[in-house]
């Protein structure tokens, strides 16, 4: 199985009720909006986001699978390293983007049409910069993983996952396994 990211949609109130709870009290799964899983293409993703892209919106891409804003942060930045990957795998930090975020991110998504992301995929160059999984491919039969359709898929799922979000003005929570 591949490495995945998986976007969960939660509102503001689950949220707030989280950052007050000092992190004792894990991520319920049942208090979620919706979610989406990007089966071993989100670096893939990222990456063709990121194509011919400024440095500002490269870092704001970045941000889609690695927030900068996490719940838990004070206590983890504290432990030492074998202590903060415990605390991680406890699922007391919670990485996730805030409605600022997702709202630049929205508008951002908004302007890019399939088209595009189906220009710039490249599974060659994919593979030769080593962009996880590494075995990106060109043929795009629907039953296959790791191609443009893949990525076009996940792109669609992004983009309406970022919508709802910045529609309702929730979080989104990632977790990356």
Not at 12 to 25: C, V
Request: proline share 4%; aromatic share 12%.
């Amino acid at each position: 199985m591949s490495q995945s990211a998986t976007l969960y949609r939660v509102s503001q109130e689950i949220f707030e009720e989280l950052s007050k709870s000092d992190n004792k009290q894990k991520f319920n799964i049942n208090s979620v909006k919706s979610y989406s899983i990007f089966q071993g293409s989100f670096m893939g993703l990222e990456y063709i986001l990121s194509k011919g892209q400024d440095n500002s919106t490269i870092e704001l891409v970045s941000e889609i699978f690695n927030p900068k804003e996490a719940l838990g942060r004070h206590e983890f930045e504290k432990l030492k390293p074998e202590e903060q990957f415990k605390f991680y795998e406890s699922g007391l930090l919670i990485p996730y983007l805030p409605t600022s975020t997702i709202t630049r991110l929205n508008d951002f998504l908004s302007k890019i049409p399939e088209s595009n992301i189906r220009l710039k995929y490249d599974s060659n160059e994919l593979n030769d910069n080593g962009i996880y999984p590494e075995v990106w491919q060109n043929d795009n039969s629907p039953d296959l993983a790791f191609n443009e359709q893949h990525i076009v898929k996940d792109f669609r799922e992004l983009k309406k996952i970022i919508k709802q979000a910045n529609t309702e003005c929730d979080y989104i929570f990632v977790f990356i396994g």
